[in-house]
């Protein structure tokens, strides 16, 4: 069954407008990250957030995180065309460390 | 900055022939991972490999998929009859020592076309 899911599914936005991303999951987790892949390429980390924590920062990157609601967002501040890619949540399950689920992703497109 | 590689990069085969992707991941690194992602849709786990042998599988990975680390450095994912259904690109991934360790790197992939 599907762990993570991202909304929206696609996004377009004007260059230097904030970018936000959702992502729901179902079972408990050790941590939440974030990924980004550009077209046709390999995932890129972005960032990770734990179970316990409920907010962190990195850059323009801003990743919150309520486990009562079991959902993550992502802010992209200050967007650039260079963020133009997908973006995907992936979460453990806690049960089982080595089992690492992604959602099916967010298409972000940056207008100039 | 070590890099996960794969090779090859673009492989075309035949429904029914056997296809063995390769993986080299980073070199102190202990968990791989091999996913799977048909075009422009939703990146698919197939199986994690810790300590010699497969710690998590998912129901894609039928009695079709195998992988190995045959040497100190080799990861590598067969699917022994290629159907037309397994078109897609293949990432492997690997992690760093500890559980708290939890970003995963990739490859760039191997994209794989069955005709």
């Known amino acids: 069954s599907q762990q993570g899911e991202e909304d929206p599914q696609a996004l377009s936005i004007q260059e230097g407008e904030n970018a936000t991303m959702n992502c729901s999951y179902k079972?408990?987790?050790?941590?939440l990250q974030w990924y980004r892949q550009n077209s046709g390429r390999g995932l890129v980390h972005l960032i990770l957030?734990?179970?316990?924590?409920r907010e962190k920062h990195s850059g323009r990157l801003r990743v919150t995180l309520d486990t009562s609601k079991k959902s993550s967002s992502l802010l992209i501040t200050a967007s650039r065309a260079a963020d133009t890619a997908s973006y995907f949540c992936a979460t453990d399950v806690r049960a089982r460390d080595d089992k690492i689920i992604f959602g099916k992703g967010t298409r972000l497109h940056i207008l100039p | 900055e070590p890099e996960v590689t794969q090779t090859p990069s673009h492989q075309v085969t035949q429904m029914g022939q056997e296809v063995i992707l390769r993986c080299v991941p980073i070199?102190?690194?202990?968990?791989f991972y091999w996913y799977r992602q048909i075009l422009g849709q939703k990146v698919e786990f197939l199986v994690s490999?810790?300590?010699?042998?497969?710690?998590?599988k998912s129901e894609i990975f039928d009695d079709q998929f195998s992988v190995e680390r045959p040497d100190g450095s080799n990861f590598t994912l067969k699917i022994r009859s290629t159907k037309l259904e397994d078109s897609a690109m293949y990432f492997c991934?690997?992690?760093?020592?500890?559980?708290?360790?939890?970003?995963?790197?990739f490859g760039e992939g191997s994209r794989l076309t069955v005709l």
């Open positions: 070199s102190n690194h202990l968990y």
């Open positions: 957030i734990r179970s316990n924590e």
């Open positions: 490999f810790y300590n010699n042998e497969i710690s998590e």
């Open positions: 079972t408990s987790i050790n941590n």
């Open positions: 991934a690997s992690r760093g020592r500890g559980r708290d360790t939890g970003e995963l790197f």
